[in-house]
């Protein structure tokens, strides 16, 4: 099993606290790989840990995220709303899935999470990213 996901910085917003959030969710996905890779034992223990550590702070993160394009009208907000409330009812649905204590599912896991989590940096947050860049610059 290999361990899919690194910060790049073609993934950075410009905004450095969103930015860092990033980071700190990329961490938490390491954190899960680690324990999808690490002593079958201590399995079931660290996924439960690790995963509630990535609820939490994806719910934090999503809601600063979802705050700041609201104070500058990103007209894509629902959209993009929706795209959270998925995330979070798809990682709810898989996390119930992992009760058996298989580590090969907590790897399909890691993999739509990192997966997930780069492609929306890389497309989504870019989107608002560059709308509130340039409504700043122009004053608008």
Known sequence: ??????????????????????????????????CVTGPKESYSLSISKDLKRLTDYTQYHFSEEEALMRR????????????????????????????????????????????WLLAHIAKSDHEWASYISGKNKTGA
């Open 72 to 115: 500058n009208s990103f007209p894509r907000y629902e959209g993009h709303k929706k795209e959270h409330d998925g995330f979070i009812a798809r990682v709810a649905s898989q996390v119930k899935a992992l009760g058996d204590g298989n580590p090969d599912d907590g790897y399909q896991l890691y993999r739509f999470l990192g997966s």
């Open 1 to 34: 099993m290999l361990n899919l996901f690194k910060w790049e910085d073609s993934l950075s917003t410009g905004f450095e606290d969103v930015d860092l959030q990033h980071k700190k969710l990329i961490s938490i996905i390491d954190d899960v790989y680690s």
